[in-house]
């Protein structure tokens, strides 16, 4: 199993990006999917998570200026990203929980995209 992420780059403060991670290969069933960031010298977090029902869970407990979603057919989650600070800096991981077509468990990182806000 493989994780594509993409989307990345540098934005400047107040802007917008979408990324993506598309997942690919001997894949069953995708159950939750998952963003994660970590900065320099920083802890890594969960960003958002979504179920295959498409319930949402954020980490950010006030303005919601993230939206993550997910298109089962093409095996994607996506992380629309706005209003964009230079505190949001970080490399962004996605993952992935579900069943290979051998039904083992499967729980993936993707190598992540870097997103970097600056003026």
Excluded: H
């Excluded at 290969?25 to 958002?48: C, F, H, N, T």
């Excluded at 996506?78 to 290979?100: F, H, I, N, W």
């Amino acid at each position: 199993v493989q994780l594509q992420a993409s989307g990345g780059g540098l934005v400047q403060p107040g802007g917008s990006l979408r990324l993506s991670c598309a997942a690919s290969g001997s894949i069953y069933r995708l159950d939750r999917m998952s963003w994660y960031r970590q900065a320099p010298g920083k802890q890594g977090e969960l960003v958002a998570s979504i179920t295959r029902d498409d319930e949402t869970s954020y980490a950010d407990s006030g303005e919601r200026r993230f939206t993550i979603s997910r298109d089962n057919a093409k095996k994607t989650v996506y992380l629309q990203m706005s209003s964009l600070k230079p505190e949001d800096t970080a490399m962004y991981y996605c993952r992935v929980s579900g069943l290979t077509q051998g039904f083992a468990p499967l729980d993936k990182w993707g190598r992540g995209t870097q997103v970097t806000v600056s003026s």
